[in-house]
């Protein structure tokens, strides 16, 4: 995956057709709105690439008609309403709840009542990077069976999830600056889109997949994620170079080493990390910018594994 530079876009007005060329162009070029006198939008978005979050309020009610929203759209409403209609139901959402708004591609009527919504735009690639679709054996089309979280807890898992990405990730401009941290990040968010909303997606491996989970696998696939470590790389990258599927290589990891092949990704920038504060000088380099250059976006975080794996807390290795 590559990463395009981090943008913030703010937008705020009055304006009926300002808010609809700003909506159209964001979302849906063939986006219907309408609103009544005296609505006013107020729209910050922090675009990745991958992905984007935004957080929408308003002071008025905003009836929308999409056709096709293109990524996967996730809401949560933190203090509006939201009635949701697609697909023959109709749906009504309050403060905390967590709604895919339409299936991807699948047209759909949005009433937005007066408050504050937070919306994240998944690119579908990364889906595909996390998880294989049945019956093919290859990243496809994954469809969500419902709209709805299979739970409360994993709705709160999604929350998590989202605040951990805004707060640590993109309110970090040396972290956010990262390729390694924004395409970890996107496939944070796939992963627990793909947990929190029933889907179709395929996890069991298959006769053909434990036979090629194989030890010539595993090398492979090694060599690949040591070689390419300092790049944004998914697992989905890691089983083409092993040439084999994504549940294989998964597998083989598993098997043999007892870990999964982002986790010994993760093992590698851990080292290369601690190769880089060996050799920094403390008057030029930060713990912070190293690890974030290894695509490790929490500073606490980074420090905890670092200290677990070497004994000391990065900053002491940095100025041994």
Not at 123 to 134: H, I, M, P, R
Not at 270 to 276: C, F, I, N, Q
Request: net charge positive.
């Amino acid at each position: 995956m590559t990463s395009s530079p981090v943008q913030t876009h703010q937008f705020d007005s009055r304006d009926p057709v300002a808010i609809h060329t700003f909506l159209s162009t964001t979302y849906d070029p063939k986006l219907r709105i309408h609103s009544r006198n005296g609505y006013r939008l107020t729209h910050h978005r922090v675009d990745t690439g991958p992905f984007a979050i935004a957080t929408t309020r308003q002071t008025g009610q905003l009836d929308i008609g999409a056709s096709t929203l293109g990524g996967l759209v996730i809401g949560r409403t933190r203090t509006a309403r939201v009635d949701r209609a697609c697909d023959g139901s109709a749906d009504r959402f309050g403060p905390g709840d967590v709604f895919l708004v339409t299936r991807p591609e699948e047209p759909c009527s949005v009433r937005w009542h007066p408050g504050e919504v937070e919306l994240c735009v998944l690119d579908l690639s990364v889906l595909a990077q996390v998880a294989t679709t049945t019956p093919a054996r290859r990243p496809g089309r994954i469809r969500f069976t419902h709209l709805g979280p299979a739970d409360a807890v994993l709705a709160r898992q999604w929350r998590d999830t989202t605040s951990f990405i805004s707060d640590v990730v993109l309110n970090n401009p040396r972290a956010s600056a990262q390729p390694l941290v924004i395409g970890n990040a996107a496939r944070m968010l796939a992963a627990a889109a793909l947990t929190v909303f029933p889907n179709t997606a395929f996890t069991e491996p298959t006769a053909v997949d434990r036979r090629h989970a194989s030890t010539a696998t595993l090398r492979r696939a090694i060599t690949f994620v040591e070689e390419h470590a300092d790049r944004d790389i998914s697992a989905v990258d890691i089983a083409g170079a092993a040439g084999v599927s994504l549940r294989a290589v998964q597998l083989a990891f598993r098997r043999h080493l007892g870990i999964t092949p982002m986790a010994y990704l993760r093992r590698i920038r851990l080292a290369r990390a601690h190769h880089d504060l060996v050799r920094a000088d403390p008057g030029q380099e930060t713990v912070s910018a190293i690890a974030s250059r290894w695509g490790f976006a929490s500073h606490s975080r980074f420090t905890a594994r670092y200290h677990a794996s070497y004994g000391v807390p990065p900053r002491e290795t940095l100025h041994a």
